[in-house]
């Protein structure tokens, strides 16, 4: 059952890092490119309309990692501990708290990103977009590298 928990985690945070890594560009990168680029194609389509996908799958992500951090508790960091990988123990460790800063920074990024969007704060979106960004980059690559280290062996 955890197996399947975390394949569905990690399908979410795809999911999720594709969402989020669109709407990064759309926003940071001007438009410069011709049209039929790939830069420009990825910006074609607008930033807002992944807002509500962006909060829905950050939520459920962060939620079935809460689900399964019992059992990574219990059966992987320990090893980790024992084998002295303090280093990705440690990426781990900050990838727990970007998380939870992420999360508290939802309803702000909600907030900016609703209808009427005021110009006056195309930067104040661009910098939660950014930041919401390398949470869901440092969660997913960390995620991927701890589990390559040890996986669940259940």
Do not use: C
């Amino acid at each position: 059952m955890i197996v399947a928990l975390l394949i569905l985690h990690g399908l979410l945070a795809v999911a999720l890092l594709g969402a989020i890594t669109h709407q990064a560009i759309s926003v940071w990168v001007p438009m410069r490119g011709a049209a039929g680029s790939f830069v420009g194609r990825m910006r074609a389509v607008p930033a807002k309309s992944y807002v509500n996908a962006i909060i829905v799958l950050y939520a459920l992500t962060a939620l079935l990692g809460g689900i399964i951090y019992p059992t990574y508790r219990l059966s992987v960091r320990i090893v980790l501990e024992q084998m002295q990988l303090y280093v990705p123990n440690g990426a781990f460790e900050l990838k727990e708290h970007f998380v939870a800063l992420g999360l508290g920074v939802l309803p702000a990024y909600w907030y900016f990103w609703r209808e009427p969007q005021a110009a006056e704060h195309a930067r104040t979106r661009a910098v939660l977009t950014a930041l919401l960004a390398f949470i869901v980059w440092w969660g997913f690559l960390v995620g991927h590298v701890l589990n390559n280290i040890r996986g669940f062996d259940l």
